[in-house]
Nanobody
Framework: QVQLVESGGGLAQPGGSLRLSCQASGNTFNIGTMTWYRQRVGHVRDLVATINRAGTTRYADSVQGRFTISRDNAKATMYLQMNNLKPEDTSVYYC????????????WGQGTPVTVSS
């Protein structure tokens, strides 16, 4: 089992920055791809950015060039640096991880809210 805990959410002004963290614990040795999702009220949960164990990344078009995903495998932690925040970035941000098992096990954090408002 793996537990994921997000932190770093809060209130930011438009144009501001926040850094989210996702700390994994438990059987972290076989965590594969890790992903940030976000969900606004009344909307589906959308992929924000994903990173595999080797560090290959992929971003949603809406955050490309503004957000940076990274991970520290030794610390079992994933990060999301969010710059030039916009009001439409307001969401609850969730951490997700897949294990390397076949089929892969999936894990979710509890979410951390981000509000971008002046």
């Amino acid at each position: 089992q793996v537990q994921l805990v997000e932190s770093g959410g809060g209130l930011a002004q438009p144009g501001g920055s926040l850094r989210l963290s996702c700390q994994a614990s438990g059987n972290t040795f076989n965590i594969g791809t890790m992903t940030w999702y976000r969900q606004r009220v009344g909307h589906v949960r959308d992929l924000v950015a994903t990173i595999n164990r080797a560090g290959t990344t992929r971003y949603a078009d809406s955050v490309q060039g503004r957000f940076t995903i990274s991970r520290d495998n030794a610390k079992a932690t994933m990060y999301l640096q969010m710059n030039n925040l916009k009001p439409e970035d307001t969401s609850v941000y969730y951490c997700h991880a897949n294990s390397d098992d076949r089929p892969p096990l999936e894990y979710w954090g509890q979410g951390t809210p981000v509000t971008v408002s002046s």
